[in-house]
């Protein structure tokens, strides 16, 4: 085998470790962004079943603005961490 065989194969294995390095990647922090999303539910969740019968009499905590707010304010934060496609 001569030199620039050696090389391309070489260039060719460098590139093979990347990609899988970067799908790797990837998938790890869509996996962790996916964790805190369910973690950061979980913790509303709880922190709302914990409040006295009187705090959802008020119209700003009816049982319709706090299931909005559950659906969407987690993905929100999810939205704000990392993204492994920005880099």
Known sequence: ????????L????????SAFG???R???VASAGEHLTKRLRLMSYAAIVRQPLAWFDK???????LST???RDAP??????PN????
């Open 1 to 8: 085998m001569d030199a620039s065989s050696f090389w391309a």
């Open 10 to 17: 070489m260039l060719l294995g460098l590139a093979v470790v």
């Open 22 to 24: 970067f799908w790797l």
């Open 26 to 28: 990837t998938i790890l």
């Open 59 to 65: 119209e700003t905590n009816s049982a319709g603005r």
């Open 69 to 71: 707010r559950l659906a």
């Open 76 to 81: 929100l934060v999810k939205a704000v961490s």
């Open 84 to 87: 492994a496609s920005k880099y």
